[in-house]
T-cell receptor
Framework: DSGVTQTPKHLITATGQRVTLRCSPRSGDLSVYWYQQSLDQGLQFLIQYYNGEERAKGNILERFSAQQFPDLHSELNLSSLELGDSALYFC????????????FGSGTRLTVV | DQQVKQNSPSLSVQEGRISILNCDYTNSMFDYFLWYKKYPAEGPTFLISISSIKDKNEDGRFTVFLNKSAKHLSLHIVPSQPGDSAVYFCAAGGIYYGGSQGNLIFGKGTKLSVKP
C-alpha cells in the first residue's frame, strides 16, 4: 500500500457520460498530480494541485477538470466521455511541489463503451 | 513532441545477466531524472533518481548513468532477477524546463522480462 488511495479501481461507462475519479494523497503530502496512461502511451501529465491551488496544467482536455479540497483529497472530473478516454488514470502525491519522491496510487481503469 | 523517449518497448534478459534500459531526452533544462518501476495492476513505484550535476548514482543492484552531452541516461540492473520483470519508466523534471517544479515528464516505458 503506497498510501495514495484512488477510487474506484475500475469504472465502465457509456460515451457522453460524466465520471468523477477520487484521490486521497499520502498523509502529509500537499501536492497531487493526475496522469493518464492510454494504450501504448507513457504517463501523460494532466494537472497538478498544491495545497488546494492549481500549480500546473499539462495535456488536459477542456472536457476534463480537477480540484483539490481543503482536506487535500482531489477529484478528476471527466465529462462528455469518448471511447478514446478509456485509459488508466493515476494520481500521485508528494510532500512539496517538487518531483522527487512521487508516490503513485494504483490507478483507476476507465473503460468507455 | 516527446521530450523523454524510451525507444525500446521491450527487453528480455537471462537471470543473473545485466539489464540495460535506455532513455533519451530533448530538453536541456531538465535538472533531475528518475526511474520508476511498474507491475501490472499497480501504480508506478520510485526506483532511483539522479541529479543533473552527477553522472552516476548507485543503489544496490541498480545504477543510473547520465550523459548530459548526449542527453541520454541508462539504468543498469546487475544481476537481473525474475522479480525485476516489470515496465520501467524514465522520467525527467526540473524547475526551469518550461513546466512547473515537480511536474515530471515520462517516457512510454520499457517492458523488461527476466527469464530464469
Amino acid at each position: 500500500d503506497s498510501g495514495v488511495t484512488q477510487t474506484p479501481k475500475h469504472l465502465i461507462t457509456a460515451t457522453g457520460q460524466r465520471v468523477t475519479l477520487r484521490c486521497s494523497p499520502r498523509s502529509g503530502d500537499l501536492s497531487v498530480y493526475w496522469y493518464q496512461q492510454s494504450l501504448d502511451q507513457g504517463l501523460q501529465f494532466l494537472i497538478q494541485y498544491y495545497n488546494g491551488e492549481e500549480r500546473a496544467k499539462g495535456n488536459i482536455l477542456e472536457r476534463f477538470s480537477a480540484q483539490q479540497f481543503p482536506d487535500l483529497h482531489s477529484e478528476l472530473n471527466l465529462s462528455s466521455l469518448e471511447l478514446g478516454d478509456s485509459a488508466l488514470y493515476f494520481c500521485a502525491s508528494s510532500v512539496t511541489g517538487g518531483g522527487y519522491g512521487y508516490t503513485f496510487g494504483s490507478g483507476t481503469r476507465l473503460t468507455v463503451v | 513532441d516527446q521530450q523523454v523517449k524510451q525507444n525500446s518497448p521491450s527487453l528480455s534478459v537471462q537471470e543473473g545477466r545485466i539489464s540495460i534500459l535506455n532513455c533519451d531526452y530533448t530538453n536541456s533544462m531538465f535538472d533531475y531524472f528518475l526511474w520508476y518501476k511498474k507491475y501490472p495492476a499497480e501504480g508506478p513505484t520510485f526506483l532511483i533518481s539522479i541529479s543533473s550535476i552527477k553522472d552516476k548514482n548507485e543503489d544496490g543492484r541498480f545504477t543510473v548513468f547520465l550523459n548530459k552531452s548526449a542527453k541520454h541516461l541508462s539504468l543498469h540492473i546487475v544481476p537481473s532477477q525474475p522479480g525485476d520483470s516489470a515496465v520501467y519508466f524514465c522520467a525527467a523534471g526540473g524547475i526551469y524546463y518550461g513546466g512547473s517544479q515537480g511536474n515530471l515528464i515520462f517516457g512510454k516505458g520499457t517492458k523488461l522480462s527476466v527469464k530464469p
